[in-house]
């Protein structure tokens, strides 16, 4: 067979996508006849930043889901094929058995592993671990930082201290220190994690008993089993293979295998937990500078003559009336935090060598530059365009928002 010309490298790749454009335009025609029925959602329709950016964003949200289906790889991301090492884009696959794609559409890796499905399968690391992180620490920072500015005095300088000591440290050194395998064995990211994800459950709990308070007999079974499923989920994210820590000395026993629903490989909970607890004072010092000046108003006023306990006005008063900023910075805050472990893997930190995330392909494509473009430039490139569709997203919201 003879290599692919240009325009049919563009061509196949742009059909391998067929499943993505077909996903995006049905979420855009559908987003469209609806938009004013959506809310600050709906009015990101008129916005072209905001579409462009919402635009860029999904279609790398459905790449992922749709590669981890198996949807648009041509080869598995971890296969080594013979005689395929750094091949340039378009390089047909010697001695390619029946079904198997016949070209290395993007080229071959100084491994010779297929460039395009690797950049695919990237793509679903960075849509599991950047937006589910994001919401953790969003969970910890508003559980926190709504008392703290609400409350103030010593709660408030108790909670702030231990902020400003976390926001102390450099970025990349705190995450350094956090997925360094010396500290990985001590088991040190399990127990923080049973900490930090606590606060979904705590956060459920305050947020339905505050809302229900009045409506004993609707309140209990509701908490009971919101907060049942919540713990049981918790049980299983936190524990692995029966355990929440294990090491060679001591372990921690967890549930049963048979109530384990999913175990997280432990690269992938030292990444999450570190960038949550990152994220989280940031998060934190927002929702308590707002708090502190949203409780001001008439409205919280108003509440608290009606009799409305602390923790209704700050999360169903308070709390509405912050969400415009707030939905912002959770943008902008999943574009940093895919940076981060684009950076994390640029070093070989956390996630496991073979991963096809996009900052260890980057990392392992830039040792032979100035060579061979091939294997880095297509990671780069996905990388830099879902964090410049989350900030043009996030522009859009906060024009939109304003508005509102």
């Given at each position: 067979m003879e290599p692919l010309t240009t325009f049919e490298i563009i061509t196949r790749i742009f059909y391998q996508f067929t499943s993505v454009w077909i996903a995006l335009i049905l979420l855009f025609a559908v987003s469209m006849a609806f938009k004013r029925r959506l809310g600050l959602y709906g009015?990101?329709?008129?916005?072209?930043?905001?579409?462009?950016?919402?635009g860029l964003v999904m279609f790398w949200v459905f790449t992922g889901i749709f590669g981890a289906m198996d949807l648009i790889v041509t080869q598995d991301a971890?296969?080594?094929?013979?005689?395929?090492?750094?091949?340039?884009?378009?390089?047909?696959?010697s001695g390619a058995e029946e079904g198997q794609y016949a070209w290395y559409l993007l080229g071959g890796d100084n491994l010779a592993r297929d460039v395009f499905s690797r950049m695919v399968k990237g793509a679903w690391i960075v849509v599991q671990i950047a937006p589910l992180a994001t919401v953790f620490a969003f969970m910890v920072g508003i559980t926190l930082g709504l008392p703290a500015g609400y409350y103030g005095g010593r709660l408030d300088t108790i909670l702030s201290f231990l902020s400003n000591l976390i926001l102390a440290f450099p970025v990349i050194l705190l995450f350094y220190l956090l997925v360094t395998p010396e500290i990985v064995a001590t088991g040190v990211p399990n127990y923080m994690a049973t900490v930090l994800f606590v606060f979904p459950i705590v956060f459920l709990a305050v947020l339905l008993n505050s809302r229900f308070y009045t409506q004993p007999r609707f309140r209990t079974p509701l908490l009971i089993g919101v907060l049942g499923v919540a713990i049981w989920l918790y049980?299983?994210?936190?524990?692995?293979?029966?355990?929440?820590?294990?090491?060679?000395?001591?372990?921690?026993?967890?549930?049963?295998?048979?109530l384990d629903l999913f175990d997280i490989p432990g690269g992938v909970l030292v990444v999450f937990v570190s960038v949550v607890f990152v994220n989280s004072p940031t998060v934190f010092r927002i929702v308590?500078?707002?708090?502190?000046?949203?409780?001001t108003r008439d409205y919280v006023a108003a509440a608290q003559t009606r009799g409305e306990g602390p923790w209704y006005i700050m999360l169903w008063e308070i709390l509405p009336n912050a969400r415009g900023p707030l939905i912002v910075d959770f943008c902008l805050r999943i574009g940093y935090t895919t940076i981060l472990l684009g950076t994390l893997g640029f070093f070989g930190l956390g996630l496991p060598p073979e991963s096809p995330d996009w900052g260890s392909t980057i990392n392992e494509g830039r040792k032979l530059l100035s060579?061979?473009?091939?294997?880095?430039?297509?990671?780069?490139?996905?990388?830099?365009?879902m964090v410049l569709g989350l900030n043009l997203l996030a522009d859009g919201l906060r024009e939109e928002s304003l508005k509102d």
């Open positions: 009015k990101l329709f008129d916005s072209p930043i905001g579409m462009i950016g919402f971890l296969d080594q094929v013979s005689g395929m090492k750094n091949k340039p884009p378009g390089t047909p696959v049980l299983s994210l936190i524990s692995n293979n029966g355990a929440i820590v294990q090491t060679d000395s001591y372990w921690i026993p967890g549930i049963p295998n048979i308590r500078g707002l708090t502190l000046d949203i409780k060579v061979y473009l091939h294997p880095a430039l297509p990671p780069a490139l996905a990388l830099l365009t």
